[in-house]
């Protein structure tokens, strides 16, 4: 006779109790879990000092010393003639602040954008970077990057500015020359911080200049203030390893700009050189 195959008929739930996974204790998880731990309070302990980002304050500070220097680079406007004769936006400007002291501007974006509301409204953005140069004109005293938007969109529009601003941008570890491997002590970034102001229509924009551009010195306190270490109102460690990170991208941008630019004068004098020395003889 032909065999008869028995079926085990299981309720539903039994059937998922015998499919579910067992649950795993893994000893890696756990020292991932530790791995995480340490790294992040090593992190929080050193201020999130990073060799990368003491790198680009050095190399930023040196050449944004060269580019004040320069003649070619023009004054900030700070009336409505001048700005009509420019006519045409200027990406390096430099200018003093309200204590007199000389900072070099880079604009880094201005444009056009719309919400993706079902009625989209309208905005000017514009992305700028200050720098300040210490006296010594080898390191920086401050950079300060900043985002402007406005909405411009039906009868009433808001202003919002946010920044990153950095206090103390040195290159403590002075890595150039030292050997490979070398001990090196690292800037602590802790006083990096994150502002956001805002500013309804009716309100004059006293802090804007005249360019439409904000100026490095506000006289405003901002509405929300974050610092990236701060031991008395922490952020949770994701979220300042993003803002470190967002930082170093913005400096990489500013040391390509500043280098970009320098290169543009360096051919630019070996080209007046040569037609100089392209005479009949």
Not at 163 to 174: E, F, G, L, M
């Amino acid at each position: 006779m032909p065999s008869v195959r028995r079926i085990l008929l299981l309720p539903p739930l039994a059937m998922l109790a015998m499919l579910a996974p067992s649950p795993v204790f893994s000893v890696d998880a756990m020292e991932d879990n530790i791995a995480f731990r340490e790294a992040r309070d090593r992190a929080r302990e050193t201020g999130f000092g990073d060799l990368e980002i003491d790198i680009l304050h050095g190399k930023i500070a040196a050449q944004a010393g060269a580019a004040l220097a320069l003649d070619s680079i023009p004054e900030q406007v700070t009336n409505f003639n001048e700005l009509i004769d420019r006519a045409q936006a200027q990406f390096f400007v430099r200018g003093k602040d309200s204590q007199g002291k000389p900072y070099l501007r880079i604009t880094l974006r201005e444009g056009y954008s719309f919400s993706t509301e079902e009625h989209p409204i309208q905005y000017i953005f514009r992305a700028h970077c200050y720098l300040f140069p210490a006296a010594d004109g080898k390191s920086l005293d401050r950079i300060v990057f900043q985002f402007y938007r406005v909405n411009f969109s039906g009868s009433n529009y808001t202003r919002e500015l946010r920044r990153i601003v950095h206090p103390n941008p040195k290159d403590v570890a002075q890595a150039e020359g030292k050997p490979l491997g070398a001990q090196l002590a690292l800037l602590d970034n802790s006083q990096l911080t994150l502002e956001q102001y805002e500013e309804p229509s009716n309100v004059r924009p006293a802090w804007e200049n005249r360019d439409g551009v904000p100026l490095p010195d506000l006289g405003i306190e901002p509405k929300h203030r974050v610092i990236l270490n701060d031991r008395n109102d922490p952020v949770d460690y994701g979220r300042q390893v993003r803002i470190l990170n967002r930082y170093k991208r913005l400096l990489r941008r500013i040391d390509y700009e500043l280098e970009q630019r320098m290169r543009f004068e360096r051919l630019e004098r070996g080209r007046i050189l040569e037609r100089i020395l392209d005479f009949p003889t």
